[in-house]
């Protein structure tokens, strides 16, 4: 899996960037997970993956190419402030179900 940044747009009033990207993936391959896409994104912009939340990710019908968008915030309570709450769940690891106590 390759990330390529395509576009970086700074929105100053939110405090946050607005990065689109790129992957291109082998022809076998599926389309990667939601989780490993946001910490190759934040590896490619060298920050933390907690204040980097994929928007939108597409897979282009018959090809192993996937745009998406991703916002990059300056710091994580920033991030609590503006995205939403569904956004923040699917970016974040998926949580263990709790063991039933007899």
Not at 18 to 26: K, L, M, Q
Not at 44 to 66: A, N, P, Q, Y
Not at 71 to 76: D, E, F, K
Request: without cysteine.
């Amino acid at each position: 899996m390759q990330v390529k940044i395509d576009s970086i747009k700074d929105n100053p009033l939110l405090k946050r960037k607005e990065v689109g990207f790129t992957i291109a993936s082998g022809p076998k391959e599926k389309t990667p997970p939601r989780l490993e896409v946001k910490k190759a994104v934040a590896m490619e912009m060298k920050l933390g993956d907690d204040v980097v939340f994929i928007k939108r990710m597409r897979t282009k019908t018959g090809t192993s190419i996937t745009v998406g968008v991703a916002n990059v915030y300056q710091s994580v309570n920033q991030s609590k402030l503006v995205e939403p709450e569904y956004i923040r769940k699917r970016n974040s690891p998926p949580e263990k179900p709790k063991e039933a106590s007899a």
